[in-house]
């Protein structure tokens, strides 16, 4: 299995664990060199987004990996977390709801995190 969908996995692990809602996954790597899967995940409110967010860095550096970027802080309402392979979405209800990821990046495969 390739790196990556071993780190889209551990992230989602990591996010389930934490109770995310709306749990995504959509592989973007024949469409954008920017990333190979996008995980886009809501969280109920500012304290559950942050518990997935220090759920995702545990998990991510159990598996060697690290973030290059995070963007975002204790505060936001969108967390960024760019690790090269996987790029995590950690949104509120309301930012999810306007930003729309899912529907920007229509082109994308979406796959069920089960088959990961």
């Known amino acids: 299995m390739d790196i990556s969908r071993e780190m889209a996995k551990s992230a989602c692990r990591a996010l389930s664990e934490k109770k995310a ?3 995504r996954v959509i592989e973007i790597s024949e469409i954008s060199p920017l990333a190979d899967y996008f995980i886009i995940a809501t969280g109920g409110n500012s304290n559950q987004i942050q518990a997935m967010v220090d759920a995702v860095e545990e998990e991510m550096e159990k598996t060697g990996h690290s973030a290059k970027q ?3 802080n204790r505060n ?3 967390i960024l977390m760019d690790y090269s392979d996987i790029i995590v979405h950690i949104f509120s209800k309301e930012d ?3 930003y729309d ?3 920007i990046w229509t082109d994308g ?3 069920e995190v089960e088959e990961l």
């Open 96 to 98: 999810r709801l306007f």
């Open 21 to 23: 809602e709306e749990l």
């Open 70 to 72: 995070i963007e975002g």
């Open 109 to 111: 495969r979406k796959i």
């Open 76 to 78: 936001s309402t969108w």
């Open 101 to 103: 990821l899912e529907k």
